[in-house]
C-alpha cells in the first residue's frame, strides 16, 4: 500500500514536519511505501483560474504537479495533509496545491469520471493552531473536506491540537506519539490485511493498467492492486485511458512501472500475466494466472474496448 504524505506548513522541522514524521514512520514500520511532499519547498504554480480544466479535463500549466503530484495522488490508498492554521485556513503553498486539484474536481464533476480506488481511499488530517478558540480548525476541515472528495478519498480520521505555536511544541505534548500509533493502526491496519495482486504485461501502458484500474474499482478493499511492465513504456497508452474513462474509471495520469519497482514492494501474492512472456518474474509461493490477451498497443478504439471488456469479465471472475 502507498501512503502519500502533504505537509503544509513553511517551517522547516516544525510541529506538522513532526506529526507528518511520526504518521509516516508508523506506516513505514507497517511496510506501507511512502512518499511525502513539503509544500512551501516545491515550484508549483497556483491554479490562474483559467477554466481550461473544466472544459478539457487536464490542467493548463505543465509542470511537475500535473506531471507527477496528480499521479501520486492517484495511487496513494491513503492521503495525510498536515498543515498549521494560518488565519483559520492553510499556509499560501498548500493552499496553491489545493486550488491545482480543481483539475480533478473537473475529472469528477464535469466528466463523471471517478479514480478507481473512490470507495476504499482515506484521507487524513494532521493539523495545529496557536490559539484555543472553539472554530480553530473550522476552516481548515473544511477545506480539507472538498480537497480530499475531489481526489475521491474519504475524510477518514484527524488529530488536531490546539494550543501549540513554538517550533517544535508538538513534541511537548502529552500522548501524541500514542496518538498518532493509534490513527496509524485504525487507518492501515485493514490495508495491511489485503493481499497483494501484481498484473504485469510488457509495457504497463494498456493491458495491466486497465486491469488494475478495474480490480481496484472492484476488490480494492481486498486486494492491494499493483500493476507493472516487462519493459514499460514512457507513457500509458491514451487509448486505454479513453476506454476505462468509457466505463466512468480514471486512469490518465497512471504512470508505467518497472517490474523491479514493483516487487520491491514485496510480498506477492498472486501475479496475473498478459504477454510479458519469459520476462515475468517467477516469485516462489506466488500464484501465477496467464491471461492470453490481445496488445492493445496500435490498435484502434474500438479494438481496445474490446480487450477492455474481455478484462473486466476476467477481473471478475478472478477476484469477485
Ligand atoms: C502567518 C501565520 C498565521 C497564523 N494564523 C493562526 C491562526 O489564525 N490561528 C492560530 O491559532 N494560530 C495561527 N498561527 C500559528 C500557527 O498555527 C502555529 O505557530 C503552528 O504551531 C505552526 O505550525 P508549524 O510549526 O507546523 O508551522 C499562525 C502563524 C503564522 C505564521
Known amino acids: 500500500?502507498?501512503?502519500?504524505?502533504?505537509?503544509?506548513?513553511?517551517?522547516?522541522?516544525?510541529?506538522?514536519?513532526?506529526?507528518?514524521?511520526?504518521?509516516?514512520?508508523?506506516?513505514?514500520?507497517?511496510?506501507?511505501?511512502?512518499?511525502?511532499?513539503?509544500?512551501?519547498?516545491?515550484?508549483?504554480?497556483?491554479?490562474?483560474?483559467?477554466?481550461?480544466?473544466?472544459?478539457?479535463?487536464?490542467?493548463?500549466?505543465?509542470?511537475d504537479m500535473a506531471r507527477d503530484l496528480f499521479s501520486l495522488m492517484r495511487k496513494a490508498d491513503v492521503i495525510v495533509?498536515?498543515?498549521?492554521?494560518?488565519?483559520?485556513?492553510?499556509?499560501?503553498?498548500?493552499?496553491?496545491?489545493?486550488?491545482?486539484?480543481?483539475?480533478?474536481?473537473?475529472?469528477?464533476?464535469?466528466?463523471?469520471?471517478?479514480?478507481?480506488?473512490?470507495?476504499?481511499r482515506k484521507g487524513i488530517l494532521l493539523s495545529v493552531g496557536a490559539t484555543h478558540g472553539k472554530n480553530l480548525f473550522?476552516?481548515?476541515?473544511?477545506?480539507?473536506?472538498?480537497?480530499?472528495?475531489?481526489?475521491?478519498?474519504?475524510?477518514?480520521?484527524?488529530?488536531?491540537?490546539?494550543?501549540?505555536?513554538?517550533?517544535?511544541?508538538?513534541?511537548?505534548?502529552?500522548?501524541?506519539?500514542?496518538?498518532?500509533?493509534?490513527?496509524?493502526?485504525?487507518?492501515?491496519?485493514?490495508?495491511?490485511?489485503?493481499?497483494?495482486?501484481?498484473?504485469?504485461?510488457r509495457e504497463n501502458a494498456g493491458r495491466s493498467q486497465m486491469a488494475a484500474g478495474f480490480a481496484r474499482q472492484l476488490a480494492g478493499d481486498a486486494y492491494d492492486v499493483i500493476s507493472a511492465g516487462s519493459s514499460p513504456a514512457q507513457t500509458i497508452n491514451p487509448l486505454a485511458v479513453e476506454a476505462m474513462a468509457r466505463k466512468g474509471i480514471d486512469i490518465a495520469f497512471n504512470q508505467p512501472c518497472s517490474m523491479d519497482d514493483a516487487l520491491a514492494l514485496g510480498n506477492v501474492e498472486i501475479i496475473v500475466t498478459m504477454g510479458c512472456g519469459e520476462a515475468c518474474p517467477i516469485i516462489p509461493g506466488c500464484k501465477v494466472v496467464e491471461w492470453d490477451l490481445p496488445d492493445p498497443a496500435e490498435k484502434p478504439l474500438e479494438a481496445v474496448c474490446d480487450i477492455r471488456d474481455e478484462i473486466l469479465e476476467r477481473v471478475k471472475s478472478l477476484l469477485c
Open 138 to 201: 473550522d476552516g481548515i476541515r473544511l477545506t480539507t473536506r472538498y480537497f480530499f472528495d475531489a481526489m475521491d478519498c474519504t475524510y477518514d480520521r484527524e488529530l488536531c491540537y490546539p494550543g501549540i505555536d513554538d517550533r517544535g511544541a508538538i513534541a511537548a505534548h502529552p500522548g501524541v506519539k500514542d496518538d498518532v500509533k493509534r490513527l496509524a493502526d485504525k487507518v492501515l491496519t485493514p490495508f495491511q490485511q489485503r493481499k497483494r495482486i501484481l498484473f504485469a504485461c
Open 1 to 63: 500500500m502507498f501512503v502519500l504524505g502533504l505537509n503544509g506548513s513553511p517551517r522547516r522541522k516544525g510541529n506538522n514536519d513532526y506529526l507528518l514524521s511520526l504518521f509516516m514512520d508508523e506506516a513505514e514500520k507497517r511496510g506501507c511505501a511512502t512518499h511525502t511532499i513539503a509544500a512551501a519547498f516545491e515550484s508549483y504554480e497556483p491554479c490562474i483560474g483559467c477554466g481550461y480544466c473544466e472544459k478539457k479535463g487536464l490542467c493548463s500549466i505543465k509542470d
Open 81 to 120: 495533509l498536515a498543515s498549521p492554521v494560518y488565519f483559520y485556513g492553510v499556509p499560501a503553498r498548500i493552499k496553491g496545491i489545493i486550488d491545482r486539484i480543481q483539475t480533478l474536481w473537473s475529472r469528477k464533476y464535469r466528466f463523471n469520471l471517478k479514480d478507481p480506488g473512490a470507495e476504499y
